[in-house]
């Protein structure tokens, strides 16, 4: 008999940083991978605007729109039975207001099955965060290196180095937990101002970049399967999903110009 698995739910995220439990969380686009993930035990699994540049074949996050991330969010949120799924707020969707942001957010919401957004920013996009709330969805931030606005910080650079710049991202952190922000993002921090904030925060931190002191960890799946072709250096590889997916492809051609596949066992012999 199978049993289906508990749902984590949001309420859980808090639960679980007051219990001292690790919250995992992968990226996934497509539904092969997040029934892999859900099953493996991966709490969160997030539909990212990486999506852009890992499976779309753009340079960077900016040019995702929200058409793209809604067929990725509708096959990730179909094919997990106890993971949370959280969409990301592409570049433009949000920016201009809570009104643009709750328009964004609830058809994201009405047509996925997601379970949660995440958007970038601090005190910035607050009142989002606040809107959204209020609206019933729930929010995840995301501090520190925030690649929408990569051109704006001068590049993918470390984050909240130096006593002001850590002084600045409490006070945005502090801002998204008070508009209701259910978990934080933080990417590439310095590991003891991420410790610091985690410390502050009642909502869980979940980093990438940003040490282990964070209540949870979260990394884009191609770089920790070893899939893409290039991978951040806070980004560790638990796999080398590339090398045997390069293998398994030539094997199966070395096969067909051999006319060894398809032997009888794959054919129909009447
Ligand atoms: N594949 C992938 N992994 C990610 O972690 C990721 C994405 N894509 N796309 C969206 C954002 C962008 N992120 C990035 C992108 C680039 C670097 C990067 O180039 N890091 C350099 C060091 C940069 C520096 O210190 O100057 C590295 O070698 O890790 C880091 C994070 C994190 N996110
Ligand atoms: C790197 C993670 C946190 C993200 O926002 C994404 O994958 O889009
Ligand atoms: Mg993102």
Not at 226 to 241: C, E, L, T
Request: aromatic content about 6%; proline content about 5%.
């Amino acid at each position: 008999m199978t049993t289906t698995p508990k749902r984590v739910r949001v309420h859980h995220l808090r639960e679980a940083k007051e219990r001292g439990e690790k919250l995992t969380m992968l990226t996934a686009y497509d539904a092969p991978t997040a029934r892999i993930f859900d099953e493996a035990g991966i709490d969160l699994l997030l539909v990212g605007d990486s999506i852009g540049n890992t499976m779309l074949g753009h340079e960077t996050t900016i040019p995702v729109t929200v058409d793209e991330l809604i067929p990725p969010a509708r096959a990730v949120a179909r094919s997990v039975s106890r993971a949370l799924v959280v969409v990301d707020l592409p570049f433009g969707s949000y920016e201009a207001g809570p009104e643009q942001a709750l328009a964004t957010a609830v058809r994201l919401f009405k047509e996925t099955g997601a379970h949660a957004v995440k958007l970038e920013g601090g005190r910035r996009v607050a009142a989002q965060v606040r809107a959204l709330t209020d609206a019933g969805i729930p929010v995840f931030g995301h501090l520190g290196f925030t690649p929408q606005s990569e051109n704006a910080l001068g590049g993918k650079r470390v984050q909240g180095r130096g006593e002001d710049a850590a002084e600045l991202l409490s006070e945005d952190a502090l801002a998204l937990q008070d508009a209701g922000a259910v978990a934080i993002v933080l990417e590439m921090v310095p590991a003891p101002v991420a410790a610091r904030l985690t410390e502050i925060l009642r909502v869980p931190t979940i980093g990438i970049g940003a040490g282990v002191e964070c209540d949870g960890q979260v990394l884009v799946w191609l770089d920790m399967a070893g899939m893409g072709d290039w991978s951040p250096r806070f980004a560790k590889q638990y796999a080398q999903i590339g090398q045997a997916l390069g293998d398994a492809a030539r094997a199966y051609a070395a096969d067909v110009r051999g006319a060894v596949f398809p032997d009888d066992a794959h054919s129909f012999l009447q």
